[in-house]
């Protein structure tokens, strides 16, 4: 239990029921000077309840408060000031987390489930660094969510249908290879799909042909369905690799194709309710009142829309994990589909859209500009990847050449850089995409992180740490590392709370940092009296640093 949490405790003897422990508590501040103590309380709330003017309650707070946990309790103006027993804090504090390991600042499971829809790539079309964004950020998302004590669903939306796929076929049956789609799915069938454009400029009758081919494919034309599933199976397994890489998994790859059968009941629901309107030929529901542009259900031609089958996937998630949120971990630029979406399921009378979420982030820029596949400015993932473990592998020939399971560890540190570097900053900022500063292993990335765990790792191995407990100690850098493990309990509920993993890649940097410090000035393999208990304090570092890191899809090896 963290130390605020101890402190609105003690408070709450004192108080009674006028505020909750939960109010209490998060009205605890930290005094702005050192010299005012670790922790104030203000007393303005209760002023009102006590009738009495808030320095006077503060007064007799202070003489009513005691506990082992403060050597000092004062009354300062409205604040209840107290000082922290540094000794018992960090006993208490170091010793939890040795206790319950990686559960520490675990939530009880709450039997609540959360799906979030992430990554989401398209079907014979690269994986952009855009979905390497959203799968990154969507898998923290879901890991902290879990540690909050949710059950996850993860939900891969294939963009798996489509118009393209109808050109496609043209494409593959006119100029494919079905050896070199094989061998290379993606780039194979990118490149027809680039073919057939330029081809289509001079020839535009290619396109009814595409247009033609994929009506064969929505009518369950055999060839045409084959067609498409050895598309999606090729392009999958690509992707696949991808998600190996990083270590990500997906509880259904439901994609758009999966609602074709699912769209008439929303429709028929929509024109239940009155919200069709015609449009052009086309049926939109009308979001005017909102100030949104129309949602379009139905082409003029009766196709549908991206639209379309996402209310289908809404209704049919909600019927299947009865979920109490959902997140959409997709860029910004659809944040007016997704406003679309949730307006319209509210006219639709469903309430579970209070719990839906746009979880949007910025754009991977190139000099500045965004990346665009037909502009030829794009980057495959696969090769990034592959880069940053080639470049840790370099280092650890340099650094450390006898180690064992180097290609694992260089593999753990190449993707860590890259995942590191998506996740250190507020998702919703852009990020220019530079491959010298996501493969940079000092100063603020995953491999420092990792580095500092594997270098506490190695204090326990050197000093033989026996799993004593920590026994307190009063000095400062002792006291850095203790406030920081005292904060992860915090740091899991706001991340969680604000869906934003950045605030644990922080953490961890800062963490890592305050260990730094403290390595620095003591000497932890001394040895004397105290050893062991110095080495269960790095012991709990390791703890945190490695359960830090996998909420944030990153792994800690012990060695490095
Ligand atoms: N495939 C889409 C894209 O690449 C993202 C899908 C996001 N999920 C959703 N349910 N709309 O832009």
Redesign the pocket.
Known sequence: MSYERKYAEALSRVIGDELTLDQIEALIEKPKHEAHGDLAFPCFQLAKAYRKAPVMIATDIANDLNDELFTKVEAAGPYVNVFLSRDVVSQEIINTVLDEQADYATHATRNETIVT?FS???IAKPFSMG?LRSTVIGNAINQIARKNGYDVVGIN?L?DWGTQFGKLMVAYKKWGDEEAVRAHPIAELLKLYVHFHEEAKTQPELEDEGRAWFKKLEDGNEEATELWTWFREESLKEFQKVYDLLGVEFDSFNGEAFYNDKMDRVVAMLEEKNLLVESEGAMVVSLEDENLPPCLIKKKDGATL?ATR?LA?AVYRHETYNFVQAN?V?GGE?ALHFKQLFSVLRKLGYDFVDGMHHVPFGLILQEGKKMSTRKGRIVLLEEVLKEAIEKAQANIAQKNPELANADDVARMVGVGAVIFHDLKNERINNIEFDLDSMLKFEGETGPYVQYTNARANSLLRKGNYDGSTFTGANDDHTWGVVTMLNAFPHVITRAHERREPSIISRYVLDLAQAFNKYYGHVRVLEEDAGKQSRLALVKAVTIVLTEGLRLIGVQAPEEM
């Open positions: 829809d989401s790539p398209n979905h939306h963009g991206y996402d996937a959409y997709v659809q």
